[in-house]
T-cell receptor, first 115, second 117 residues
Framework: AQKVTQAQTEISVVEKEDVTLDCVYETRDTTYYLFWYKQPPSGELVFLIRRNSFDEQNEISGRYSWNFQKSTSSFNFTITASQVVDSAVYFCALSAPNTGNQFYFGTGTSLTVIP | EPEVTQTPSHQVTQMGQEVILRCVPISNHLYFYWYRQILGQKVEFLVSFYNNEISEKSEIFDDQFSVERPDGSNFTLKIRSTKLEDSAMYFC???????????????FGPGTRLTVT
């Protein structure tokens, strides 16, 4: 069975601080995909990143970076120099061909960036 | 940039009524999905659809739910007799291909907020 755990329910940081959102996943599949989505107060889901299980290379995109470690089944997301516009709920998700490519979402981490 | 659209943005209905939520996936996408998010909770998979039939469904997707692609562009979710607990945000998503081809990025629509009173 697939499972995604986001242990941090809510995080508050002061603007310009760095923040890391944790994601731990469980799967027995060797081929799988990991995702991060942002859900701002308006409610839509905004795609941030996809990683496949064969690519452990970390990625940086502007102020965002992702650390994928298969050894610990983690796919953590760091925002550097946080801004008020980063305030949102962030979801980590997993999908795998063996389970029909449906997304298994974590429970989300609500990030509040205080000006 | 192509996007998934959903209508209406907000639907209010009385318990026991039928509702149809509409989605227009990205035009060259072949895989379609519905997800549900009860307020303050995680996003949950309902159903996936490919080649004009359901490919996967969750235990949430019971006989009260059905999906249809009535024409070449729309993808609908019908709830036959709504219950209070159906109140949620419903997201439609589409992808160009399935995960076995590595192109599994699902694009989500903005959601329809369903309120059952």
């Amino acid at each position: 069975a697939q499972k995604v755990t986001q242990a941090q329910t809510e995080i508050s940081v002061v603007e310009k601080e760095d923040v890391t959102l944790d994601c731990v996943y469980e799967t027995r599949d060797t081929t799988y995909y990991l995702f991060w989505y942002k859900q701002p107060p308006s409610g839509e889901l905004v795609f941030l990143i996809r990683r496949n299980s064969f690519d452990e290379q970390n990625e940086i995109s502007g102020r965002y970076s992702w650390n994928f470690q298969k050894s610990t089944s983690s796919f953590n997301f760091t925002i550097t120099a946080s801004q008020v516009v980063d305030s949102a709920v962030y979801f980590c998700a997993l999908s795998a061909p063996n389970t029909g490519n449906q997304f298994y979402f974590g429970t989300g981490t609500s990030l509040t960036v205080i000006p | 940039e192509p996007e998934v659209t959903q209508t209406p943005s907000h639907q209010v209905t009385q318990m026991g009524q039928e509702v149809i939520l509409r989605c227009v996936p990205i035009s060259n996408h072949l895989y379609f999905y519905w997800y549900r998010q009860i307020l303050g909770q995680k996003v949950e998979f309902l159903v996936s659809f490919y080649n004009n039939e359901i490919s996967e469904k969750s235990e949430i997707f019971d006989d009260q739910f059905s999906v249809e692609r009535p024409d070449g562009s729309n993808f609908t979710l019908k709830i036959r007799s709504t219950k209070l607990e159906d109140s949620a945000m419903y997201f439609c998503a589409s992808s160009e291909a399935g995960g076995d081809r590595g192109e599994n990025e699902q694009y989500f629509g903005p959601g329809t907020r369903l309120t059952v009173t």
